[in-house]
């Protein structure tokens, strides 16, 4: 499995030298041996694999109004022990919304290595991005003993005040 997560970190093409270092470090973290995956909430071990997927519908994004973080967060969850990312990002998509998700790519659109902020503040979250199609119209059954609500937003109106900046990084990936 390792071999296939590196494999995915490789195939992201660097939107600039932020995301170029962060993959360039992913591979050394992959390569190290280390635990990859979280085994024990919140932090065990300290940095591990996160898989997030972003509902896109033409000019809008879903964002979830998550609990732990206290911020407007694309959904997505934790990689488990021996789960590759992408199938993190399918689970995910069914325990968190209820939904089956269709993937635009097949490939994450980017990598970020973020510390937590929060409630479970400190660790660090090596994240994939991956993009699913969505549509605003669509029916949602969210978690909410992980989220307060969720919304669309247009890529234009995104609370960028309370979210992480990596999604400012990303939607400049996604939309040009």
Not at 58 to 71: C, E, M, P, R, T
Not at 143 to 164: A, G, I, M
Request: net charge negative; hydrophobic share 40%.
């Amino acid at each position: 499995m390792r071999a296939q997560i590196k494999l995915e970190v490789e195939a992201i093409d660097a939107l600039d030298e932020i995301e170029e270092v962060t993959k360039e470090e992913t591979i050394v973290w992959i390569d190290s041996g280390v635990e990859l995956c979280r085994l024990k909430k919140p932090d065990v071990p300290n940095k591990h694999l996160v898989s997030y997927f972003v509902l896109i519908d033409g000019d809008y994004i879903l964002l979830v109004d998550h609990i732990n973080a206290q911020l407007w967060l694309p959904t997505g969850g934790h990689v488990e022990p021996k789960e590759h990312p992408r199938l993190t990002a399918m689970r995910e998509a069914m325990e968190e919304l209820s939904i089956q998700g269709e993937f635009l790519q097949e490939n994450p659109l980017s990598i970020t290595s973020t510390v937590t902020v929060g409630k479970t503040a400190g660790h660090t979250d090596v994240s994939f991005w991956y993009v699913m199609k969505g549509k605003r119209n669509m029916k949602l059954t969210f978690d909410q003993s992980e989220f307060y609500c969720v919304k669309w937003f247009h890529k234009d109106d995104v609370p960028l005040n309370r979210t992480v900046p990596d999604l400012v990084r990303f939607l400049r990936k996604l939309y040009g």
